[in-house]
């Protein structure tokens, strides 16, 4: 079975701050992550995924994400943080093999403090 | 690419009542899924189809909730009958293979 955990239920930095948004995961094969953001009343928005190759993932809005295979992280990070961040942060996982199905972890609202 | 369609946006209805829920993927996609948002649960995903063919349905509730995709380009989601507690933000979202989901705006269900 497949999962993803977010530690943190929310998160505050202050705006031009630098911002980490964490996320661990177990799964069976290699992993397939991915980051979506859901902003108040709208549906969630592809933000960046690691498939293969460099370890650090770049995607939009300025975010990042570092992929750790020893630590089975994917933390979300972005280096100056912007009061329009704020918003609902999940974390997703695909097993490489088998079926499609995606795990989203639980979600983590991050509030920028201007 | 207009994305990901769901329609209603936004539904009203009285317990007891039969709630359909539609979605159109994005053309292309194979993998199609519905998935329940409140406060209380988070993100909950009820069904996954891929090519057309149900995967699994171990997150739908009960026999009240039944999905259907007749082809590639829509899928339903209906409810009957609809009770207060099934009240929730419904999305849909599709995806490539191994690619991103991509989500549609959601309907927001508020059953009276």
């Known amino acids: 079975a497949q999962s993803v955990a977010q530690p943190e239920d929310q998160v505050n930095v202050a705006e031009g701050n630098p911002l980490t948004v964490k996320c661990t995961y177990s799964v069976s094969g290699n992993p397939y992550l991915f980051w979506y953001v859901q902003y108040p009343n709208r549906g969630l928005q592809f933000l960046l995924k690691?498939?293969?190759?460099?370890?650090l993932v770049k995607g939009s809005y300025g975010f990042e994400a570092e992929f750790n295979k020893s630590q089975t992280s994917f933390h979300l990070k972005k280096p100056s943080a912007l009061v329009s961040d704020s918003a609902l942060y999940f974390c997703?996982?695909?097993?490489?093999?088998?079926?499609?199905?995606?795990?989203f972890g639980t979600g983590t609202k991050l509030q920028v403090i201007p | 690419d207009a994305g990901v369609i769901q329609s209603p946006r936004h539904e009203v209805t009285e317990m007891g009542q039969e709630v359909t829920l539609r979605c159109k993927p994005i053309?292309?996609?194979?993998?199609l899924f519905w998935y329940r948002q409140t406060m209380m649960r988070g993100l909950e995903l009820l069904i996954y189809f891929n090519n057309n063919v149900p995967i699994d349905d171990s997150g739908m509730p009960e026999d009240r909730f039944s999905a259907k995709m007749p082809n590639a380009s829509f899928s339903t989601l209906k409810i009957q009958p609809s009770e207060p507690r099934d009240s929730a933000v419904y999305f849909c979202a599709s995806s490539s293979q191994n690619g991103p989901f991509f989500f549609g705006p959601g309907t927001r269900l508020l059953v009276l």
């Open positions: 053309s292309g996609h194979n993998s």
């Open positions: 997703a996982v695909r097993d490489s093999g088998g079926y499609q199905k995606v795990t």
């Open positions: 690691y498939i293969t190759g460099d370890n």
